[in-house]
T-cell receptor, first 114, second 112 residues
Framework: EADIYQTPRYLVIGTGKKITLECSQTMGHDKMYWYQQDPGMELHLIHYSYGVNSTEKGDLSSESTVSRIRTEHFPLTLESARPSHTSQYLC?????????????FGPGTRLTVL | SQKIEQNSEALNIQEGKTATLTCNYTNYSPAYLQWYRQDPGRGPVFLLLIRENEKEKRKERLKVTFDTTLKQSLFHITASQPADSATYLCAASTGGGNKLTFGTGTQLKVEL
């Protein structure tokens, strides 16, 4: 079991609310990632970070933002949630060692925006 | 654009048989491919990695092949068990190896 945690696991919220999805890892990994996954669909990379104070947008455009102030913490924020944001959000991390090191995933946050 | 394709139809097999899942990639040449298992409501869990210069990799009942000519990877589970029922994801390296592009996954159901 990987030491990467996500909270909350489930969130149901109304349109227009600001939300922050938390992701923490205790493995000391430099690289962290946020993916969005709809049922039966592939994971889409929405944000990534290669270290503290480094964040980049991923391949799928997202209205969310991220920050990386501490190595172990990579929160994702939606300023104004909309029903189109309803999805599963997965956080992952990996070392900066070998290029092919695997990614370790958290359990995910299932977000529903009414 | 870079694309990873997996059979979207679920695969149903009998316990004890070998399950074979397919992953095809187009428009690029990944340095390596990875296979993950994902259970409902959970994050993916890494299973195997195979590099472009490797033909085959094994781990216990799992075997993965990488054919750069066909642009295809095959994932095999021998002596399958009901506990192997899950969705299996193929992922290819991109961005200099720092990022992964995932396929949609193939759902495997092993029946008694």
């Amino acid at each position: 079991e990987a030491d990467i945690y996500q909270t909350p696991r489930y969130l149901v919220i109304g349109t227009g609310k600001k939300i922050t999805l938390e992701c923490s890892q205790t493995m000391g990994h430099d690289k962290m990632y946020w993916y969005q996954q709809d049922p039966g669909m592939e994971l889409h990379l929405i944000h990534y970070s290669y270290g503290v104070n480094s964040t980049e947008k991923g391949d799928l455009s997202s209205e969310s933002t991220v920050s990386r102030i501490r190595t172990e913490h990579f929160p994702l924020t939606l300023e104004s949630a909309r029903p189109s944001h309803t999805s599963q959000y997965l956080c992952a991390s990996r070392t900066s060692g070998r290029r092919e090191d695997t990614q370790y995933f958290g359990p995910g946050t299932r977000l529903t925006v009414l | 654009s870079q694309k990873i394709e997996q059979n979207s139809e679920a695969l149903n097999i009998q316990e004890g048989k070998t399950a074979t899942l397919t992953c095809n990639y187009t428009n690029y040449s990944p340095a390596y491919l990875q296979w993950y298992r994902q259970d409902p409501g959970r994050g993916p869990v890494f299973l195997l990695l195979i590099r472009e210069n490797e033909k085959e990799k094994r781990k216990e009942r799992l075997k993965v092949t990488f054919d750069t000519t066909l642009k295809q990877s095959l994932f095999h589970i021998t002596a399958s068990q009901p506990a192997d029922s899950a969705t299996y994801l193929c992922a290819a390296s991109t961005g200099g190896g720092n990022k992964l592009t995932f396929g949609t996954g193939t759902q495997l159901k092993v029946e008694l």
